[in-house]
């Protein structure tokens, strides 16, 4: 009896031991744009607007590429957003890029979660000269549906740009941060968001928290039963009247989810299987 006992408890500590990964976040992209070919647009992007546009271009850099890749080493690829005449053939088609596939859209929707990943941006002033509106990256983690819109459909909407030399960041397009914008110009910058259980989120940039209202802590735009995210937008949105903007790079995305409880209960429910096996093997 004792035997059966130990080895009860063995069972019990290995299967304990190979659900504990499932409490840990689950990698559902990790995209360094190193196997896609130059002037390609990545394989892993499942919806691409004003990539090769008459007034837009979105490809992979490299060796190589006519866009000079910032981040390195020599060989490096990454990938550029740039609308260099206010969108393509039809004005209110920016470079974008979605992925929501990897991300479980439709059907899964985390509530906690990471998104990391490299930004560049190109300086709009060149040699003293203003050459382009600015330089301007949207950003948009939403959820159940295949492009966000940010009307009612994202928890987080973000603005990177690049304006008459000087960076900015901005939440919901709005409002900046209260302890100061954290992008420069011509500079590489690792950022990072956290999504929380509790309906909020974090932006560090260079592990620096970006504040809001005082606060490192961001509500979520859209907050309650089934909110979360699945679909990730990023891209080079307009300047006013349709201007035009320098390009920016990305490399090095990562998106990362905690599984939800209902899958760690799996878990819970066979560890209790097997204690209620234990006990009924001692009576």
Known sequence: MR???????????????????????????????????????????DIALGANG?????????????YTEPFGPSGNHSLVFDNFNGGSANPNVWPFAVWNNELGQPGNTYREGTLEFDLYLNNDVVNGV??????YVDLRIGFNTAFPNTA???????NFRVQDGVGYYFFDNAFGPSNGHPILPDTVHSVKYTVLPNETYTLQVDGNYVEKDGS??????ATGAGKGFNV??????????????????????????????ATLGLGATALAAFAAVGRRRRR
């Not at 008459?54 to 490299?62: F, I, L, Y």
């Not at 203003?130 to 330089?135: A, I, R, S, V």
């Not at 009612?152 to 973000?158: C, L, P, R, S």
């Open 130 to 135: 203003d050459q382009k509106f600015w330089t």
């Open 232 to 261: 990730l937008a990023i891209g080079s949105a307009f300047g006013p009247n349709f201007l035009t903007n320098n390009p920016f790079y990305l490399d090095n995305l990562k998106v990362t989810a905690t599984p939800e409880p």
């Open 216 to 221: 490192k802590f961001v509500p979520w735009r």
């Open 152 to 158: 009612g459909d994202t928890i987080v909407y973000g």
């Open 54 to 66: 008459p007034g837009s271009d979105m490809e992979v850099v490299g060796p190589g590429s006519s």
């Open 3 to 45: 035997l059966n006992r130990v080895a009860l408890l063995l069972c019990a500590t290995a299967l304990a031991i190979t659900l504990a990964p499932l409490s840990r976040a689950a990698v559902l992209l990790d995209e360094n744009f190193d196997d896609d070919a130059v002037g390609t647009i990545a394989n892993t992007i």
